[in-house]
């Protein structure tokens, strides 16, 4: 926004993760969506971001992948498809990884606001699945209902996901002006972050 010189700016998230999803792995393939959102950031008067960061970890880069090969890519002709350029995940690896990353998201954007996470009004988190959700609103000590849930029907769209919770969250009247909401998100590299914002 500083290098805007205060006008407002597009943010896109969108994936397509049917097109490196292996039908035949039952380990990935039932849980990812494809999807796109977008929200326009700007100056207000009053709200906006409140506090936010971002992290990185490269120690977790194996257990979730795709390896790429432009000899080979099924993306690029001629067309050699082989399993290893499909998403592969440790799903018990990545979930550990997820919830820990929600956990000290809530911790460290309730440390630099200065705000309770008790007392923020609405959770908008990566929408990965149920259970990451769940222990999330446990441990910042909220009831699921300030806790938007859309991935039992959409899947994990990755990118796309915290932007689309957000538009249906604010849609269906759960986000009000004056509300903090937190948002976290986290995935490839892989990367984490959150922010806490005053919605206007």
């Known amino acids: 926004l500083a290098q805007a010189d205060g006008k407002p700016i597009l ?8 097109r490196f ?18 929200v326009v950031v700007g100056p207000v008067a009053r ?7 971002i992290a990185s970890s490269l120690n977790m880069k194996l257990y979730c992948q795709t390896e790429f090969n432009a000899d080979t890519s099924p993306f690029l002709p001629p067309q050699k498809t082989t399993s290893r350029h499909f998403l592969t995940m440790d799903g018990p690896e990545i979930f550990k990884f997820a919830v820990n990353a929600v956990k000290e998201s809530l911790r460290r954007i309730s440390e630099l606001s200065g705000i309770p996470k008790e007392e923020f009004d609405y ?7 149920n259970r990451i959700l769940e222990a999330g609103a446990r441990f910042a000590k909220v009831p699921m209902e300030k806790l ?27 986000i009000k002006p004056g509300d903090k909401v937190f ?11 959150a922010a806490l914002v005053e919605w206007s």
């Open 11 to 18: 943010v896109i998230g969108s994936d397509a993760n049917s």
């Open 21 to 38: 999803t292996d039908w035949t792995d039952r380990t990935t393939c039932v849980l990812f969506g494809d999807g796109a959102g977008a």
């Open 47 to 53: 709200g906006g971001i409140i506090a936010s960061f």
């Open 123 to 129: 959770l908008i988190i990566h929408q990965a699945n």
């Open 148 to 174: 938007f849930v859309n991935v039992d029907r959409y899947g994990n769209t990755s990118a796309a996901s915290v932007p689309l919770a957000l538009h249906e969250a604010v849609l269906e009247g759960r």
């Open 183 to 193: 948002l976290c998100s986290f995935g490839a590299g892989v990367t984490w972050s």
